[in-house]
């Protein structure tokens, strides 16, 4: 058996040993002082076949000392292993008939290639003497005549399409090839102009490289590899990930010299190198713009001119507007950064272009059909009790005062106003009735199912649907731009401040059972956090508790409830805990009702200094409360007007900057505003979700915002 397995071996090597020779080539090291012309004047071959059987050598001045090329002794050039690609490949036109030539004195191979619109390979494909002697006076040559290729014939070869690999971004594929994001979008019609999606697999029509030909170019780099002491076929192929017959079919002068030889120069396929893969998950990227220098981007991009020249090797032949530079991926804690793309800092105000004229719908339950306005106490009444009214009104009344801000820095709005009567019928009914067409966005409504309605019709139009009090929607909308956080952007912001924050403190997570997300997030952040036991999922088991304090750590405890009374019960008793031994902190990563109930202490809470995460914070008396007090007689705006007043501002400056949300939203980045920030990122067809917020804590029986900057 073992005699039969040893045959096999034998035959399996002949005829691999027979496969090269047929091929009838050689390997050649380049030595000092040796060209490509000396070369080729010694094996009787044309450098240009010796180029075109070595893809990695472009041009004469590549081949260098120890350099290994691949020598093709009968002149027929040397087709490399390709890896297979997807990608069909365009054939070349074959001759649609011949002429014959008769060589005169001083007649060149250049000059006949011009003279009959032929390339030099093409010559001497049909007259194969040409691979193996210079051109001679009294040649009779065959000419071949190739159908003339059109305008667009020409343009298409200038391209390709490229297959998109996961992981991959237009960003980082217009960084591959050069090119602008605008430029990608032109070659590529199908791609949407509103999104930034590529799916796994999508074929893009893209500018071939410089160099780069049809099929013969589809080949790997190489590599010349000294051969180290002990070193095998086997082993060799493992480490560069080919099999061991392809090392031998690539360097036929093993099989001469009986095998692998320490200090034998052969040429391998060259490393991939996957440490500077060109995705969002390694690098961020910025798109150059007109008449920016090296020295200012190097100190608007927080990195070194030599980092800068290393990461993108194509800047030696220049700085160029549309040119997508590569950066690392650390730097964007330092910069403003948007789907890995670094925004430029735009000044809203300052960029108003006042030709722009918005238009701009509000749909909200004003329940006009409900209210009496002749009743003024029953009316009242109906605002305290009603939180729809309260929500439309409050927020109307803000945006009220953004309209007459905007219109005094020039900018016309044309605004229409429904009243949705919290009616799924009357929304249907207004969305039949209006004409939608040239609409730039719609704020509201304010329930889920008429936000629905509102956003699939809108959708149809391309018109952006503002979302005035929602985070998300069960269905997906890829048109809705949700104005408040996630209570997950929520939750991750609070851990990770307190993850930067945390020097060894002791954490005690005190969570009921419909809090099991948060609990299971905080434990993942702080593994050797303790775990409280709750009774009945309402109260503390209290001596257990108290043995987990420690008097030795600052206590960090987090309470992740919506019960009130439970908030109170905690806050009593981490308060009493509080001692000059004992240093006690509270936090939360949802501040629900439950912590602003009546039931609650604020003193407690300023006591434990309390923290929690948030989409508001209160304001000052800046030029919003005071514009809002003079158009209402006094009155101070409630967070709904001040979120009326932020959400519709925020649109209006971005509209009248450029009159198109879906466009500005990727190149604005964090705006803030009274009470509210927004920074929108585009979860492709789910929508825009708003991921700004704030950190605040209770001090001296005020509560104020956490400064991340100071830390």
């Known amino acids: 058996m073992k005699k039969s397995v040893l045959v096999l071996g034998l035959i399996v090597f002949l005829l691999a040993t027979v496969q090269v020779l047929a091929q009838n ?109 210079p051109l001679k006076k009294g040649m009779i040559l065959q000419i071949p005549k190739y159908p003339e290729r059109t305008d667009e014939d020409e343009r298409e070869l200038d391209f390709e399409t490229y297959t998109v690999l996961p992981k991959e971004t237009r960003w980082s594929i ?59 076929l086997y082993s060799l192929g493992k480490e560069y990930g080919i099999p061991s017959d392809s090392i031998v079919k690539l360097n036929p002068e093993i099989i001469k010299r009986g095998g692998l030889k ?106 006009l059909d409900r209210i009496d306005i002749n009743d003024w106490k029953k009316t009242t009444n109906q605002i305290k009790t009603r939180r729809d009214l309260s929500v439309s009104l409050g927020f109307y009344s803000g945006a009220m005062v953004a309209l007459d801000s905007i219109k005094k820095m020039g900018v016309s709005v044309n605004v229409k106003t429904f009243d949705t009567e919290l009616n799924q019928a009357k929304v249907k009914e207004i969305l039949f009735r209006e004409n939608l067409a040239n609409v730039n966005a719609i704020v509201g409504p ?73 609990h299971d997030s905080i434990l993942s952040k702080f593994p050797t956090a303790q775990i409280a036991k709750i009774i009945d999922n309402k109260s503390l088991h209290l001596d257990e508790f108290l043995i987990q304090l420690s008097e030795e750590k600052e206590n960090w405890v987090f309470v992740e409830t919506d019960q009130a009374n439970m908030v109170s019960s905690v806050s009593s008793i981490l308060n009493s805990a509080i001692t000059e031994e004992m240093s006690v902190r509270m936090f939360t990563t949802n501040y629900s009702s439950a912590f602003q109930d009546d039931a609650v202490q604020v003193t407690h809470l300023s006591k434990l200094r309390f923290a929690y995460p948030s989409f508001y914070r209160e304001p000052g008396n800046d030029s919003f409360t005071k514009a809002y007090r003079k158009k209402y007689d006094g009155l101070k705006p409630d967070r709904y007007a001040v979120r009326g007043f932020d959400v519709t501002f925020d649109i209006l400056l971005k509209l009248a900057h450029k009159n198109n949300l879906f466009e500005t939203s990727k190149i604005i980045g964090l705006t803030e505003y009274t009470g509210n920030s927004f920074d929108y990122f585009n979860d492709w067809s789910s929508g825009y979700y708003n991921k700004a917020s704030y950190l605040m804590e209770y001090e001296d029986l005020r509560i104020k915002e956490i400064k991340l900057n100071d830390l």
């Not at 009968?74 to 054939?91: F, I, N, T, Y």
């Not at 050069?178 to 500018?207: C, F, H, R, W």
């Not at 950064?337 to 339950?365: G, Y």
């Open 446 to 518: 304010i329930s889920g199912s008429a936000l629905d309605e509102v956003a699939v019709k809108a959708a149809q139009n391309n018109i952006p649907v503002i979302a005035p009090i929602a985070s998300d929607r069960p269905l997906s909308h890829g048109n809705v731009f949700y104005t408040v956080p996630t209570e997950a952007v929520l939750r991750d912001k609070m851990l990770a401040y307190m993850q930067k924050t945390y020097t060894d403190q002791n954490v005690v997570i005190i969570a009921d059972s419909t809090h099991q997300v948060a």
């Open 262 to 367: 320490e200090g034998m120069v052969i040429r391998l396929p060259k490393k991939k190198d996957t440490s500077g893969e060109v995705n969002t998950e390694n690098f961020i990227f910025y798109e150059v713009k007109p008449k920016q220098n090296i020295f200012r981007l190097t100190q608007n991009l927080k990195i070194s001119r030599d980092d800068l020249y290393r990461l993108n090797p194509d800047l030696e032949n220049g700085l160029k507007a549309g040119m997508v530079l590569k950066l690392p991926k650390e730097n964007a804690a330092m910069l403003e950064v948007k789907n890995a793309l670094v925004l430029d800092k735009i000044n809203l105000i300052d960029s108003i272009n006042i030709e722009n004229r918005p238009s701009l719908v509000f749909m909200l339950p004003f329940r």
């Open 174 to 232: 217009a960084h591959k090839y050069g090119i602008t994001i605008d430029s990608m979008v032109a070659l590529n019609p199908d791609l949407e102009k509103n999104s930034n999606y590529l799916a796994v697999g999508q074929e893009l029509k893209l500018p071939r490289p410089k160099g780069d030909s049809l099929k013969d170019q589809e080949v790997d780099l190489f590599t010349s590899f000294t051969v180290p002491p002990k070193q095998t």
């Open 25 to 133: 080539r050689t390997t050649h090291v380049v030595k000092e002082g040796e060209t490509l012309q000396s070369i080729s004047r010694q094996y009787r071959v044309t450098p240009y076949t010796i180029l075109q059987s070595n893809k990695e050598i472009k041009t004469a001045a590549d081949v260098k000392e120890n350099v290994v090329l691949i020598i093709p002794l009968d002149g027929v050039v040397v087709k490399q292993e390709e890896k297979p690609k997807p990608v069909a490949v365009q054939e070349e036109d074959k001759p649609i008939g011949f002429s014959r030539h008769r060589v005169r004195k001083r007649e060149t191979l250049f000059g006949l290639t011009q003279k009959y619109e032929i390339t030099e390979e093409q010559l001497k494909r049909y007259n194969r003497q040409l691979y193996a002697e």
